[in-house]
């Protein structure tokens, strides 16, 4: 049973340019999250989906930044017009259910970003 | 609103020598959950413990082990006769039972030395 996928493992972008962050949730998970980590910084919530829904995007800055989960394929995330204050490690997670409790965040291996 | 807190941001010992890492969290919640994460060289993160804020009894997995202690709102996690193979950012972690987002320290980084 492959764990959640992402990829790129990493991406350098130029500034200006757009950044697409792919990831394929666990076998039989239907939730995925989106996780931001700054340099020296711990992992910062950034948005929640089921399958076509945006449940929780509290996390995710106003502008420039969209997530989504398609009905198939995987979970984008997209950064348009990159700064270089996007440039961190991009982690996504998947569950069973919304209860940590009993359905554990399983985290992929992370995009890092690199905006030049 | 949660927070948590690990005040170390780094430590360096030398093989064989134990190491504990503190982890102070906040919560209005009286039910939680509690987490540890480790995240080697390689960068992915790697799922250590959760625990219950209903359960305060100490957790023992071989050379790791975690405290508990509901009363001063703390979760260390201990590393009995560190290796290299331990060197790596360590994060505690906090959810609010019913709530999906984790609230997670900023880690602390732990090298061993041979």
């Known amino acids: 049973n492959a764990g959640v996928m992402q990829n790129p493992r990493h991406l350098v972008r130029r500034r200006g340019q757009e950044a697409r962050l792919r990831c394929s949730p666990m076998?039989?998970?239907?939730?995925v999250y989106w996780y931001r980590q700054l340099p020296e910084e711990g992992l910062k919530f950034m948005v929640y989906?089921?399958?076509?829904?945006?449940?929780?995007e509290s996390g995710m800055p106003k502008e420039r930044f969209s997530a989504e989960f398609p009905k198939e394929g995987p979970s984008i995330l997209r950064i348009q017009q990159v700064v270089r204050g996007d440039s961190a490690a991009y982690f996504c997670?998947?569950?069973?259910?919304?209860?940590?409790?009993?359905?554990?965040?399983?985290f992929g291996n992370g995009t890092r970003l690199t905006v030049t | 609103a949660q927070k948590v807190t690990q005040a170390q941001t780094e430590i360096s010992v030398v093989e064989k020598e134990d190491v504990t890492l503190d982890c102070v969290y906040e919560?209005?919640?009286?039910?939680?959950?509690l987490f540890w994460y480790k995240q080697p060289p390689s960068g992915e993160l790697v799922f250590l413990i959760r625990?219950?804020?209903?359960?305060?009894q100490n957790e023992i997995s071989g050379r790791y082990s975690w405290n508990f202690q509901k009363s001063t709102s703390s979760f260390n996690f201990t590393i009995t006769a560190s290796q290299v193979v331990d060197s790596a950012v360590y994060f505690c972690?906090?959810?609010?039972?019913?709530?999906?987002?984790?609230?997670f320290g900023a880690g602390t980084t732990v090298t061993v030395r041979a």
């Open positions: 997670a998947s569950s069973l259910s919304t209860d940590p409790g009993t359905s554990p965040l399983h």
């Open positions: 076998k039989g998970h239907s939730h």
């Open positions: 989906l089921q399958k076509e829904n945006i449940i929780d």
């Open positions: 919560t209005r919640d009286t039910t939680y959950y």
């Open positions: 625990r219950n804020s209903f359960d305060e």
């Open positions: 972690a906090l959810s609010e039972i019913g709530d999906y987002k984790l609230s």
